[in-house]
């Protein structure tokens, strides 16, 4: 196992590369992006990328030429063989071939488009053009690299022992974290954490740990380098940006309410009846439930990740009762902000009533608060 302490402190080289890989990013991408590769590969988007926490002026603590660095080393990368391989002939989800070979062959050949990097107001602002395929690609990469030069802009004064000190206080917060899951009765948890982690070593101890400590219990990861490198599932099947841009596509109010539900029909084409998790929450889930056909309601489940976890779970429980389902029979999978006392009473109030699992994202892979300041 890599002793991160040390190698945070003896960081000297040229360039110590955040994204290793294009597949160091979340499972759903590559999913998604298989998905609008068949429905949608001329569509032009942009994509930008500000800081939402204004108090964390992010162009003050890191260095432009450093982010420029890691930005372009990421444009220089493509899939190894080996990855390629993984990719084209794993079982994902019980099927194989998840990815067809129109799709891989234009994975294989994929270099990320150009990116446009500004600072306004002590922050970044980082805009990527093309088409949709390649540009949504960039997500990922591009937020975890934020985040982890983030990390380094902290430490970067750190003395050995005090680093020692601090990655050990760490590990001992999400091991107790780990203990206190233990006692969970049928727990389905994932790791979701890849977009804002510390780092991708930390991340990756984070998920060795939870092998460990969780067994069959801990149900895999979204960062597909990961997966394959720990030979554990990977996790992940859409997210907010389908719905977002079939809604800007839309050219009258008709198609507008139409286009969330769009999106899962394609879906529904593209995976043949697998990977049936509906995000309802893209414009608001009372609505997106409301109008829903009723094709929708026979799929497997729902992920909860805006507003109160609690009331959007119920809400959903009271849709399939409404549509004829049974809710003990539908799956619910909690995403947003989850911490070990949130996923322990979300466990409690709804184990039995439906099947639960979570997916733990920057409380599991970048729980530092209060160690540096």
Same mark, same amino acid.
């Given at each position: %196992?890599?002793?991160?302490a040390?190698?945070?402190?003896? @960081?000297?080289?040229?360039?110590?590369?955040?994204?290793?890989?294009?597949?160091?990013?979340?499972?759903?991408?590559?999913? %998604?992006?298989?998905?609008?590769?068949?429905?949608?590969?001329d569509?032009?988007?942009?994509f930008?990328?500000?800081?939402?926490t204004?108090?964390?002026r992010?162009?003050?603590?890191?260095?432009?030429?450093?982010l420029r660095?890691?930005?372009?080393?990421?444009?220089?990368?493509?899939?190894?063989?080996?990855?390629?391989?993984?990719?084209?002939?794993?079982?994902f989800?019980?099927?194989?071939?998840?990815?067809?070979?129109?799709?891989?062959?234009?994975?294989?050949?994929l270099?990320?488009?150009?990116?446009?990097?500004?600072k306004?107001?002590g922050?970044?602002?980082?805009?990527?053009?093309?088409t949709?395929?390649?540009?949504m690609?960039?997500e990922?990469?591009?937020? &975890?690299?934020? %985040?982890?030069?983030?990390?380094?802009?902290v430490?970067?004064?750190?003395?050995?022992?005090?680093?020692q000190?601090?990655?050990?206080?760490?590990?001992?917060r999400?091991?107790?974290?780990?203990?206190?899951?233990?006692?969970?009765?049928?727990?389905?948890?994932?790791?979701?954490?890849?977009?804002?982690?510390?780092?991708?070593?930390?991340?990756?101890?984070?998920?060795?740990?939870?092998?460990?400590?969780?067994?069959?219990?801990?149900t895999g990861?979204?960062?597909?380098l990961?997966? %394959?490198r720990?030979?554990?599932?990977?996790?992940?099947?859409?997210? @907010?940006?389908l719905?977002m841009?079939?809604?800007?596509?839309?050219?009258?109010?008709?198609?507008?309410?139409?286009?969330?539900?769009?999106?899962?029909a394609?879906?529904h084409?593209? @995976?043949?009846g697998?990977?049936r998790?509906?995000?309802?929450?893209?414009?608001g889930?009372?609505?997106f439930?409301?109008h829903a056909?009723?094709?929708?309601?026979?799929?497997?489940?729902?992920?909860i990740?805006?507003? &109160?976890?609690?009331?959007?779970?119920?809400a959903?429980?009271?849709?399939?009762?409404?549509?004829?389902?049974?809710?003990r029979?539908?799956l619910?999978?909690?995403s947003d902000?989850l911490?070990v006392?949130?996923?322990?009473?979300l466990?409690?109030?709804?184990h039995?009533?439906?099947?639960?699992?979570?997916g733990?994202?920057?409380?599991?892979t970048?729980?530092?608060?209060?160690?540096?300041?």
């Amino acid at each position: %196992m890599v002793d991160i302490a040390s190698r945070v402190y003896n @960081h000297k080289w040229k360039i110590d590369p955040i994204v290793r890989s294009l597949i160091d990013t979340d499972f759903y991408k590559l999913l %998604m992006c298989q998905s609008i590769f068949r429905n949608r590969p001329d569509t032009s988007v942009t994509f930008s990328l500000i800081n939402r926490t204004k108090t964390v002026r992010l162009a003050e603590l890191i260095d432009e030429g450093e982010l420029r660095e890691q930005l372009d080393h990421v444009r220089s990368l493509s899939l190894s063989r080996g990855e390629s391989t993984w990719l084209r002939g794993n079982t994902f989800y019980g099927k194989r071939q998840m990815f067809r070979p129109d799709f891989m062959e234009f994975l294989e050949g994929l270099r990320l488009p150009p990116y446009q990097l500004e600072k306004r107001k002590g922050q970044y602002e980082l805009t990527f053009e093309g088409t949709w395929p390649q540009v949504m690609l960039w997500e990922i990469p591009a937020l &975890a690299i934020l %985040m982890e030069l983030r990390s380094r802009a902290v430490l970067k004064d750190m003395g050995r022992f005090e680093l020692q000190v601090l990655y050990a206080r760490a590990m001992t917060r999400l091991w107790e974290k780990v203990q206190t899951l233990r006692q969970l009765t049928d727990l389905r948890i994932a790791d979701f954490g890849t977009r804002r982690r510390h780092s991708f070593l930390w991340q990756d101890w984070c998920v060795q740990a939870m092998i460990e400590g969780l067994g069959e219990r801990f149900t895999g990861t979204s960062n597909c380098l990961i997966a %394959m490198r720990r030979d554990i599932e990977a996790i992940g099947t859409n997210a @907010h940006e389908l719905p977002m841009i079939y809604a800007a596509l839309a050219d009258s109010d008709a198609e507008l309410r139409q286009a969330p539900y769009e999106v899962l029909a394609d879906w529904h084409e593209e @995976h043949e009846g697998n990977l049936r998790i509906i995000l309802p929450d893209t414009y608001g889930t009372e609505g997106f439930l409301k109008h829903a056909p009723d094709w929708l309601a026979g799929w497997t489940g729902i992920r909860i990740d805006s507003g &109160a976890p609690a009331e959007g779970a119920e809400a959903a429980i009271r849709w399939w009762r409404d549509r004829g389902e049974d809710p003990r029979q539908k799956l619910i999978i909690f995403s947003d902000g989850l911490d070990v006392d949130r996923i322990v009473a979300l466990h409690r109030q709804f184990h039995g009533r439906v099947k639960v699992s979570f997916g733990w994202g920057t409380l599991l892979t970048n729980d530092f608060r209060g160690f540096v300041p």
